[in-house]
Nanobody, 123 residues
Framework: QVQLVESGGGLVQAGGSLKLSCIAS????????MSWFRQAPGKEREFVAV????????YYADSVKGRFTISRDNAKSAVYLQMNSLKPEDTAVYYC????????????????WGQGTQVTVSS
């Protein structure tokens, strides 16, 4: 059974940091590109960041560029999202997702999704 399990969310003050983790029980994890998405209350889910299978390519939404860093550890079947300089507008449920190919601009066609972890940034 394929599972993506996110953790690391919580409540933080503006300007603070959090690191999200996503542990995947996917056979052949290293063959999947991994992404983070988020969904704020009343808003559509939006793309945050993507990392290629071998970590040689990453891409970020403009809203998080320079503040967030995506990384992965294929030996641990894990993907991470380091979030610095957090803003209240970063408040959302954050999801990790897996797809068999890497793309910087096409943010659909994901094979697997996690259940999400809540991030709340207070002002």
């Amino acid at each position: 059974q394929v599972q993506l399990v996110e953790s690391g969310g919580g409540l933080v003050q503006a300007g603070g940091s959090l690191k999200l983790s996503c542990i995947a029980s996917i056979r052949g994890f290293s063959s999947y590109a991994m992404s983070w998405f988020r969904q704020a209350p009343g808003k559509e889910r939006e793309f945050v960041a993507v990392i290629s299978q071998s970590s040689d390519n990453t891409y970020y939404a403009d809203s998080v560029k320079g503040r967030f860093t995506i990384s992965r550890d294929n030996a641990k079947s894990a993907v991470y999202l380091q979030m610095n300089s957090l803003k209240p507008e970063d408040t959302a449920v954050y999801y990790c997702a897996a797809r068999t190919y890497y793309s910087r601009t096409y943010h659909q066609g994901y094979n697997y999704w996690g259940q999400g972890t809540q991030v709340t940034v207070s002002s």
